[in-house]
């Protein structure tokens, strides 16, 4: 199946009372991976990348490498660009036909933040999904970290969709990047949230969050939630694991397939906690 648009993943998802899941990649091992689990699991699903990510390929060859694998994959599944800070990274993913992007600018002004999203906007053609985000989500991805955190403030949800035109909202309500074991969601202030906002939430940070609450987001207007922090740990202690047991190996390609195995076992168990109802 050819790459599709963003918003059918949302347009599906929603109608089900599905949750994608949306899965960074940088290389051939995860993508391999998160579609090998995709496939099992049945559920349509983001691939992503964020822009710390392409300086070794360019957004072409992501897109290529995903597009050429789902080629015999049935699943419903969009090429997404995770945490666009700046509009030339729009224009790039663009440039490379991504269907579905993330304008991040919320550690700046309010103002600011809806101006520049807006832009970007603009710069979407028609079908391709659009994710801002409010609040400053906080940890560390990528050695990236925000100056500051914030929580999304359900008074200005409304204000920020209507103004931007986003079709996904990320939001900051006690998740938070990377590999974080002490964060928690505040369902309080989801709720709060999803009663203001005309559009689905996304949650990120996911790698860090109880599987119990992972499990309850499809209740609070979730319609993704990205994972990128897991699946890396699992390729690098595939590899990682390989060289201790035995410092001279030289099979890259048994270790590679190891690899593989590990992120499709991680992406299917996410995939099936956010979705409780799928058997």
Same mark, same amino acid.
């Given at each position: 199946?050819?790459?599709?648009?963003?918003?059918?993943?949302?347009?599906?998802?929603?109608? *089900?009372?599905? $949750?994608?899941?949306?899965?960074?990649?940088?290389?051939?091992?995860?993508?391999?991976?998160?579609?090998?689990?995709?496939? !099992?699991?049945?559920? =349509?699903?983001?691939?992503? +990348?964020?822009?710390?990510? $392409?300086?070794?390929?360019?957004?072409? &060859?992501?897109?290529?490498? @995903?597009?050429?694998?789902?080629?015999?994959?049935? $699943? =419903?599944?969009?090429?997404?660009?995770?945490?666009?800070?700046?509009?030339?990274?729009?224009?790039?993913?663009?440039?490379?036909?991504?269907?579905?992007?993330?304008?991040? &600018?919320?550690?700046? =002004?309010?103002?600011? /933040?809806? *101006? @520049?999203?807006?832009?970007?906007?603009?710069?979407?053609?028609?079908?391709?999904?659009?994710?801002?985000?409010?609040?400053?989500?906080?940890?560390?991805?990528?050695?990236?970290?925000?100056?500051?955190?914030?929580?999304?403030?359900?008074?200005?949800?409304?204000?920020?969709?209507?103004? +931007?035109?986003?079709?996904?909202?990320?939001?900051?309500?006690?998740?938070?990047?990377? &590999?974080?074991?002490?964060?928690?969601?505040?369902?309080?202030?989801?709720?709060?949230?999803?009663?203001?906002? %005309?559009?689905?939430? +996304?949650?990120?940070?996911?790698?860090?969050?109880?599987?119990?609450?992972?499990?309850?987001?499809?209740?609070?207007?979730?319609?993704?939630?990205?994972?990128?922090?897991?699946?890396?740990?699992?390729?690098? !202690?595939?590899?990682?694991?390989? &060289?201790?047991?035995?410092?001279?190996?030289?099979?890259?390609?048994? +270790?590679?397939?190891?690899?593989? /195995?590990?992120?499709?076992? @991680?992406?299917?168990?996410?995939? *099936?906690?956010?979705? %409780?109802? @799928?058997?």
């Amino acid at each position: 199946m050819a790459l599709v648009s963003g918003m059918d993943i949302i347009k599906e998802c929603t109608s *089900r009372g599905l $949750v994608a899941g949306s899965f960074n990649t940088t290389n051939i091992e995860t993508t391999m991976g998160i579609v090998a689990a995709i496939e !099992r699991v049945g559920v =349509p699903t983001f691939i992503q +990348v964020a822009p710390t990510n $392409v300086a070794l390929s360019g957004y072409e &060859y992501i897109y290529d490498m @995903v597009s050429r694998r789902l080629e015999t994959c049935d $699943v =419903p599944v969009a090429l997404h660009l995770d945490h666009g800070k700046s509009l030339e990274s729009v224009e790039g993913a663009l440039a490379a036909k991504f269907t579905s992007i993330m304008i991040d &600018y919320s550690e700046y =002004p309010y103002e600011e /933040n809806i *101006r @520049v999203s807006a832009r970007a906007r603009e710069m979407c053609p028609p079908g391709v999904a659009l994710e801002a985000e409010l609040g400053s989500i906080g940890g560390k991805e990528d050695d990236v970290a925000p100056e500051h955190a914030s929580y999304t403030n359900p008074d200005q949800v409304k204000h920020f969709v209507d103004s +931007v035109g986003c079709d996904m909202l990320a939001v900051s309500v006690g998740n938070q990047h990377g &590999y974080a074991p002490n964060a928690r969601i505040d369902f309080d202030l989801l709720a709060k949230v999803q009663a203001e906002s %005309p559009v689905p939430l +996304v949650i990120h940070g996911a790698s860090g969050l109880p599987s119990e609450q992972l499990g309850r987001l499809h209740e609070f207007g979730v319609v993704k939630v990205n994972v990128a922090a897991d699946l890396r740990n699992a390729m690098i !202690r595939a590899f990682g694991e390989a &060289y201790a047991a035995n410092p001279n190996e030289n099979s890259l390609i048994r +270790v590679s397939m190891d690899a593989v /195995n590990a992120v499709t076992d @991680v992406v299917e168990a996410r995939i *099936r906690t956010l979705n %409780p109802s @799928v058997a």
